[in-house]
């Protein structure tokens, strides 16, 4: 698939020579992805031979790393090498890293990423590393931009509103993004434009649980249904999925706000306190608390409902 635009957040690292590692975090972790996508696209298209390599917890417990990045290949110029989350890894896994980078191999490229983020921040300083933490809308937006021309390259026109909304859903990851795309563009086969419409059909209504009719009955304080909804919701829900729901949340709201859908408006004040919990719960789920995603959505939802 031919990539899009370099996404203004990696313009900067684009358009110079390739660093030997960089580090994404906060809200942009998931573009680790993307920021491979990017590098591969514009080393190809300048006829720079290039193997790219995403490595699992296994491949580093399985390989030595530091071996694998020092040999050279004779079928590439450069190997770009997308790790796991660093909050992952073995403390000796991110040392090794640590000690590469002090004096690292030209021919390599580490793509790193980190959901801790007072971890990734202390890691940022790493000798030989350029690292990013972008904010939500900005990884948002970046995302959006991907799919708008993912579904042109299928011959589909995707609206930027649908696009800003399908990255929400995914929780601002480019993995859980390019998954979904293509069951989207199945879905609306035959069709030139694809709608919010069929993102939901495809994306959301699957599951057991709609998380805008759960949203709704937050914002209407309904909180018999509204917890009814969130504990169906978290006996079938994976870690990533609270992602997911946050960012359902975040968009219900928003469309609220600018007067759209036929739920009714939201007051400012209601508004505001679910932003800052939505915030809280994104912060606490990133590593800022020890409980697990479903126990902090649970606590910050009868907050909210009490």
């Not at 790219?52 to 770009?80: C, H, K, M």
């Amino acid at each position: 698939m031919k990539p899009a635009d370099p996404p203004p957040i990696f313009r900067e690292w684009l358009s110079g020579d390739p660093a030997p590692a960089y580090l994404l975090y906060g809200d942009g972790a998931g573009l680790a992805g993307l920021l491979a996508r990017s590098w591969e696209g514009k080393l190809r298209g300048e006829g720079v031979p290039i193997e790219s390599f995403r490595w699992t917890l296994e491949d580093l417990a399985r390989e030595s790393p530091t071996a694998a990045w020092r040999s050279p290949s004779f079928f590439s110029r450069l190997r770009i090498f997308t790790l796991p989350d660093l909050a992952e890894m073995k403390k000796a896994h991110r040392d090794e890293i640590k000690a590469y980078l002090e004096s690292p191999e030209p021919s390599a490229m580490l793509i790193l990423h980190g959901t801790d983020f007072r971890q990734a921040r202390g890691f940022s300083n790493t000798r030989n590393l350029l690292s990013d933490a972008p904010r939500e809308e900005k990884a948002v937006e970046a995302l959006a931009r991907h799919a708008v021309a993912a579904a042109a390259e299928g011959g589909a026109k995707l609206p930027r509103e649908s696009a800003l909304f399908l990255a929400r859903w995914v929780g601002a990851s480019f993995d859980a993004l390019d998954a979904e795309i293509g069951k989207v563009l199945a879905f609306a086969a035959g069709r030139r434009e694809v709608t919010e419409e069929d993102i939901r059909a495809v994306c959301v209504s699957r599951g057991a649980v709609d998380p805008f009719k759960l949203a709704e009955t937050l914002v209407r304080k309904d909180g018999k249904a509204c917890l009814a909804l969130f504990r169906r919701f978290a006996a079938a829900a994976e870690p990533d999925d609270y992602h997911k729901l946050n960012g359902a949340v975040a968009w219900f709201l928003r469309s609220r706000i600018q007067g759209k859908g036929s739920a009714g408006g939201v007051t400012p004040r209601r508004a505001a306190e679910i932003f800052r919990a939505l915030s809280r719960i994104d912060r606490e789920m990133k590593g800022e608390s020890r409980l697990s995603p479903g126990q902090v959505y649970e606590i910050r939802l009868l907050s909210l409902l009490s």
